[in-house]
């Protein structure tokens, strides 16, 4: 269980301070798909920043499974993220002078992880081991950044507007991917985006507006990627 307790962020001093997160306080269940949802601006992409160990919080706590994150050195923080954590973003992030199956085995290689194969023709791209990322349309390339997330065998896979740069069929069929993934490999799914759509694919759904929270709902049913409109 990820447990949050009264984080606050902001940015900046004096007269151009900025309160990014105002108090905020929840809790994600292992195994959950959780989507975190606002307008640009409202804060939810510092709180999932903060939720993973990638920025601390100016107050507050962020506990996994009874230890303190907050209070983890740089140095420990960054051994948490490696054991736990996948990270999937907007941008690719891919190395363009690495084929398909040394990208992914970058992340496989942190986790000790040799059946990172498996995780490439899961996404999809088993022919395509030797591609380079040039080679590769926009949603080939986000597969790979899936797959290199996902070969870290992460507890916990974190991801920020992953199809902001898709088209509709795309960015579909690389919801579906994570979906299926997730069934198969019972990881957490923290997910920011302001799409509405894509949140009704989550099972929780966590609204946010200044800084704040303004809604915690959980849905009955879950869609699939396929289902949601667009």
């Keep these: 269980m990820i447990e949050i307790k009264d984080i606050s ?18 809790k994600i269940n292992d195994g959950d798909f959780a989507v975190i949802l606002g307008a640009s601006g409202s804060g939810k992409s510092t709180l999932m920043n903060i939720m993973s160990g990638l920025e601390k919080p100016e107050s507050g706590q962020v506990i996994y499974n009874d230890m303190d994150i907050t209070e983890l ?21 891919l190395l363009p002078n690495m084929n398909v199956d040394k990208n992914v085995k970058m992340g496989a290689d942190l986790a000790g992880n040799k059946d990172y194969k498996a995780i490439i023709d899961a996404v999809g791209l088993g022919e395509k081991l030797h591609k380079y990322p040039s ?4 949603g080939e390339q986000q597969r790979v950044s899936v ?27 690389v919801l579906d991917y994570i979906c299926k993934l997730q069934k198969e490999y019972g990881f957490t799914i923290i997910m920011v985006t302001h799409n509405l759509n894509i949140a009704e694919m989550a099972k929780t759904v966590i609204k946010m507006n200044s800084g704040k929270l303004s809604e915690i709902y959980t849905n009955k049913t879950q869609k699939t990627a396929y289902e949601i409109g667009w």
């Design 147 to 173: 797959a290199r997330a996902l070969a870290k065998k992460p507890k916990i896979l974190f991801l920020d507007e992953p199809t902001g740069a898709l088209d509709e069929q795309t960015g579909r069929q």
């Design 135 to 138: 080679e590769l349309s926009g």
């Design 73 to 93: 050195s740089d140095k420990k923080l960054v051994e948490f993220r490696k054991e736990n954590t996948g990270f999937i973003f907007q941008q690719y992030y």
């Design 9 to 26: 962020k902001s940015y900046g001093s004096g007269e151009s301070r900025c309160n990014v997160l105002k108090g905020i306080s929840l």
